[in-house]
């Protein structure tokens, strides 16, 4: 069954053409990540699949129920947890998650209960009673998670849910993830800058640039269908951008990353013998030669103009 469709929508701002012309779906108890580089228009699909914002064109169903139409249905349905939370400092967690509850028509009584079930699922039943404002970046991201569950939706839908959290959090967040689609048939809808996060947690990825797709399908088919592969070395006694711009006028697809070379390379065994031939010709070594299968950072890179993941435009 299908859990998300989105047919063919556009989004506008003024001249800014956030969304172009945007279809894909999203199966049921599908963990389905969306990826991109900053102002790719990941928060504005979001926002749109989740009934905050209509598009100028096209249309989203959420279970079956139009989200321009219907929003009160596919807002049942729906988890949400957005790129900048909106919790109130001054409340407790406790009380964010009651009144959610009792928001989405629990009784008190239930509301409790399931406050409590949260709380102690997301570890924060110890500060289940302090304000929002004094918890540190990890609770709130998971007490984000806590309220985006509180009325028991089918689909989970997070922007970003581990942006600034460090290494450890971010991996108990992963566990928490991993756990909703995994024990809990959740659908998982997520959008991250980080790719090994949708390597590690997402059945199929979507990458978009400048609002159009630019690929679809599983991490391993991505990177598969690239192809390629990256040869890494240095070179002793020479200039690294000398040896970078001899080697791009060879027809090497060439960078520099410090003193490294990088090449990307569809048949790398063929490139690094040849390789091996230029150097012995300049009389140079290869130093640290490294071959790695392409990674998804790679395909990211690779599928997106370069000046936009550098982070130059559209920030
Ligand atoms: N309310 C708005 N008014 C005008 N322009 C907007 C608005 N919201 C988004 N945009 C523009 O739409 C484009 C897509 O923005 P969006 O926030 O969807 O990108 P994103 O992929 O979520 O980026 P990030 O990784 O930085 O969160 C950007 O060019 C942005 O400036
Ligand atoms: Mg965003």
């Known amino acids: 069954m299908t859990a998300i469709q989105v047919d063919h929508v556009k989004k506008a701002y003024g001249t800014v053409q956030a969304l172009a012309d945007v279809s894909f779906h999203v199966n049921s108890g599908e963990s389905f990540g ?14 749109i699949i989740s009934t905050l914002e209509s598009p100028t064109a096209g249309e989203v169903l959420v279970s079956g129920h139009s989200a321009a139409k219907d929003a009160h249905r596919v807002r049942q349905k729906i988890g949400v947890a957005l790129q900048e939370t909106g919790l109130d400092p001054l409340m407790t967690g406790r009380e964010i998650l009651l009144l959610t509850a009792r928001l989405f028509g629990s009784t008190a009584h239930q509301a409790r209960n399931r406050a409590d079930f949260l709380m102690e699922r997301f570890q924060l039943t110890d500060v289940a009673g302090r304000h929002v404002g004094t918890y540190s970046g990890g609770m709130r991201r998971r007490l984000d998670l806590a309220v985006a569950l ?14 600034g959290l460090d290494p450890t959090n971010r991996l108990a967040l992963w566990d928490l993830l991993r756990s909703l689609s995994q024990d809990d048939h959740k659908t998982l809808l997520m959008t991250t800058q980080y790719l090994e996060e949708a390597d590690a947690l997402c059945d199929r990825v979507l990458f978009i640039d400048h609002g159009h797709i630019v690929a679809e399908g599983t991490p391993r088919d991505l990177k598969r269908e690239m192809g390629y592969s990256v040869i890494r070395f240095s070179a002793a006694g020479t200039a690294p951008d000398w040896l970078a711009a001899y080697l791009i006028g060879h027809r090497f697809d060439c960078e520099l990353d410090g003193a490294s070379i990088e090449i990307y390379s569809a048949n790398p065994e063929e490139d690094v013998f040849r390789l091996g031939e230029l150097m012995k010709a300049e009389r140079l070594t290869m130093q640290n030669l490294e071959v790695r299968p392409p990674s998804l950072d790679d395909v990211f890179l690779h599928l997106t103009s370069g000046e936009n993941t550098k982070g130059a435009a559209n920030l």
């Open 34 to 47: 969306l990826l991109g580089p900053n102002g790719a228009g990941k928060s504005t699909l979001i926002r």
């Open 150 to 163: 509180a009325h028991e939706p089918d689909i989970v839908i997070l922007d970003e849910p581990t942006t």
